[in-house]
């Protein structure tokens, strides 16, 4: 039987989302359903003073408006639970951020709802002015930062200060910044809520079906089995639908409330300050090196924004200077500020995303200081075994990752010199960067049941974000079953399935594919064993262990002619169904003797017109070492998906906000996000070889490690074509007027 598994396979549920069948959250709509909309403080920072409802509660269709004043507020969130924002809803007449919610309107129409929630006047008191913290105020932010709390981020590896000092070394300082961003996933979120019988049922656009369902049993105080969140598949999240943020208690409340089921879609404005943000950061490093370009010493201090609710830390330091490079002495901190802005949380490839622009910024420097090529540097740092615990990688193959790409490049055609590239009158520039992400695995369960129709049916409590994850498991079960991928259908995006994790972290692949595979060799052996039990079998009596499973039949092994087809078998034996299920742990599977870590590296082609000087990405050439690739189209997908996040990320994305704190680009035409003019070819291989150290498939996640390292490239290719070195994000025309080595037509002088 041809195995699924490493095939180019089309999306299973391709044809319904082009046909427009495929049902997402909002299009849920139980009888007697009302329409939530929330009402937001238009200030970021101070006191409500009074809500006035009277002329919302006149407008048609209105049914409730409800406030902090008005409602008993909820308990606080118990400890252990994963939520967006640490404050919950309507707790007290305290505004922390811009776009908190500060009321709820429910109406029998969607629009009514929106139409009630503008006429909610809300009178605030002790408004203060905003904080923003930008990339505009690097050195104020890093003057301003107190130490994160999460302190296990903090390195501190040999003598940093002694390395630094040292007389004959090259050393090269930058602080590097970045704005806040969001995601923009094309679905908003949503949220339909049905209370029934002290049960609870929420349609909800999440990444983490089982993490809402615990989060809101925790804070309506039910036992979770009482609670069941649906969720079949999200048009996008990128971290902002990971974890429960306010609107989806609003709406569960207002349902409670209105003892009818409640849907609440967020508006494209209000997608921009509900579901978190990538927080602004700065980060100051400063690398050592001997005239070699070996490093010596790496010192990283990175800064974010953080939202006075919730302290999110943006791991900046996390996978980057601590195991990217092998460096005796590595000083590593992270400090937060807190800011007006929304509450930061998870965007793709978090702390990775925004490391690598400042870590790989920072190499190409070296690269300029030492005076060697930068895929050389990079190759005379490569760390043999993790720098930070020492333990010998799983599978490492960073090195083919810098060769391949640059053969497919061609990137031994590149002059070093900067501005020494032309294509007409255009500056071109070439750079590179590493990307790296770590290779995450949780605890995951599947069940498991073949049919008597001689279809299996596979459960799980896992996600579909538009991946193409429901497809690649579809891919794992069928070969670790030994159907045939059009007979098994999986199903998943339901808390009542067998558990999953988060599908954060590009874990998700690994995770749930370990638990695929011994749920399916349970089921195997138990076909097996049916097939010699069963007197009418054609292999009733042989050893169950003389036996496999092949195309959907159970066969003797080196004599697939003896054998029956399995939904025959059960049919024979009188059963509808026969299933298995398994639960596994993190380190099924994995060799606790190692490290694990996917890396990869980025070459891109960019081309500045001097005279209107907007940088355009005309070419990049990704090599990634993921471990086993399961499905090539689907994973290539995701690495286009994450280089073309992080075009945006380097060249357009940013929050802008007024005077008053307020975010004024809070919609797709004046938030920037890369379209296909932005983004020429995109060529994008991989190493493909497995990991049998970290599961039984051997391979690692692909969703994140795209947009690492990314921005740092183009930025790299900026100075490449221009001479000037952009340490500060977005990338925007301004900055490269006049670059110091092209001749100015126009010149007086
Ligand atoms: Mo991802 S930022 O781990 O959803």
């Not at 030994?482 to 988060?502: I, K, T």
Request: net charge negative; with cysteine.
């Amino acid at each position: 039987m041809k195995q699924a598994v490493g095939l180019p396979i089309d999306r299973v549920d391709g044809r319904q989302k082009v046909t427009g069948s495929a049902r997402y959250t909002a299009d849920v709509a139980p009888p007697g359903l009302l329409h939530a909309s929330v009402v937001q403080a238009t200030i970021p920072s101070g006191r409500i003073r009074g809500i006035d409802c009277s002329r919302a509660l006149e407008l048609p269709g209105i049914v409730a408006v409800l406030h902090h004043d008005n409602i008993t507020p909820l308990d606080s969130w118990p400890s252990g639970i994963f939520i967006g924002d640490e404050r919950l809803p309507l707790s007290d007449e305290h505004i922390h951020y811009v776009g908190q919610h500060v009321a709820v309107v429910v109406a029998e129409g969607f629009e009514q709802a929106l139409h009630a929630a503008a006429a909610v006047m809300v009178h605030y008191a002790d408004t203060h002015k905003p904080s923003v913290m930008g990339p505009e105020l690097p050195e104020a932010m890093l003057a301003a930062a107190r130490p994160g709390e999460n302190q296990s981020l903090r390195v501190a590896r040999g003598d940093i200060d002694t390395a630094l000092g040292e007389p004959a070394a090259i050393r090269v300082e930058g602080v590097y910044s970045s704005p806040a961003a969001t995601h923009n996933p094309l679905e908003a979120s949503a949220t339909v809520a049905e209370w029934n019988d002290g049960h609870l049922t929420v349609h909800e656009t999440t990444q983490w079906v089982q993490g809402t369902q615990r989060a809101l049993a925790a804070v309506f105080r039910l036992d979770p089995t009482r609670v069941r969140v649906v969720c079949p598949r999200i048009g996008g999240g990128f971290g902002c639908k990971a974890l429960v943020w306010p609107h989806t208690v609003l709406t569960v409340l207002a349902a409670r409330i209105c003892e009818r089921p409640v849907k609440l879609v967020l508006t494209r404005e209000q997608m921009f300050t509900s579901t978190g943000c990538r927080p602004a950061t700065v980060q100051r490093i400063a690398l050592g090196a001997q005239p070699t370009g070996k490093l010596t010493a790496i010192r990283h201090e990175a800064v974010n924004s953080t939202a006075a609710t919730t302290e999110f830390v943006e791991q900046c330091g996390r996978s980057t200077s601590r195991i990217l490079y092998a460096c005796p002495n590595v000083s590593i901190s992270h400090g937060v500020v807190v800011d007006s802005g929304p509450p930061g949380t998870w965007m793709r490839a978090p702390g990775e995303c925004t490391g690598t622009f400042a870590l790989e910024s920072a190499m190409d420097e070296l690269a300029v200081a030492v005076g060697i090529d930068p895929v050389e540097l990079r190759l005379r740092n490569h760390a043999d075994v993790n720098p930070d615990d020492a333990l010998p990688w799983s599978s490492k193959h960073l090195r083919e990752c810098y060769a391949l790409g640059v053969e497919r490049f061609g990137w031994s055609a590149r002059d070093p010199r900067p501005g020494s590239m032309r294509s007409g009158t255009d500056l071109v520039g070439w750079g590179m960067a590493t990307a790296v992400y770590p290779a995450w695995k949780m605890p995951a369960a599947a069940s498991v049941h073949a049919r008597s129709d001689g279809s299996a049916l596979v459960r799980c409590a896992t996600h579909e974000l538009g991946t193409g994850a429901s497809t690649v498991f579809t891919q794992v079960a069928a070969d670790v079953l030994g159907f045939d991928m059009q007979r098994v259908e999986f199903v998943l995006g339901d808390s009542s399935f067998p558990p999953a994790p988060v599908a954060g972290g590009s874990s998700s692949t690994a995770s749930v594919s370990q638990a695929l595979v011994e749920a399916g060799a349970a089921l195997r052996s138990k076909l097996c064993t049916l097939a010699t039990a069963t007197s009418a079998s054609p292999l009733s009596g042989l050893r169950p262990e003389l036996l496999e499973i092949a195309a959907g039949r159970v066969v003797a092994r080196g004599d697939a002619g003896r054998g029956i087809e399995a939904g025959e078998l059960l049919r024979l034996a009188g059963q509808d169904e026969l299933g298995a299920y398994a639960q596994v742990s993190a380190d099924a599977g994995r060799d606790p003797g190692y490290s694990f870590t996917s890396f990869g590296a980025h070459f891109c082609e960019i081309r500045v017109d001097p005279r209107l000087p907007r940088v355009r990405v005309t070419r990049f050439v990704s090599v990634m070492d993921v471990g086993r690739v399961l499905n090539h189209k689907t994973a290539r997908s995701q690495v286009v998906g994450g280089i073309v996040m992080g075009v945006g990320m380097a060249l357009m994305e940013r929050l802008h906000t007024d005077a008053s704190g307020r975010i004024v680009n809070a919609n797709l035409a004046d938030y920037a996000v890369p379209v296909s003019p932005d983004v020429k070819a995109i060529d994008v291989d991989f190493i493909d070889v497995p990991d049998p150290r970290f599961n039984t498939l051997g391979a690692r996640g692909v969703g994140e490690i795209g947009i690492t390292g990314t921005a740092a490239a183009i930025a790299n290719a900026v100075h490449h074509a221009t001479g000037i070195r952009y340490r500060r994000l977005p990338i925007s025309p301004d900055g490269l007027l006049a670059p110091p080595f092209v001749e100015q037509e126009d010149s007086e002088a």
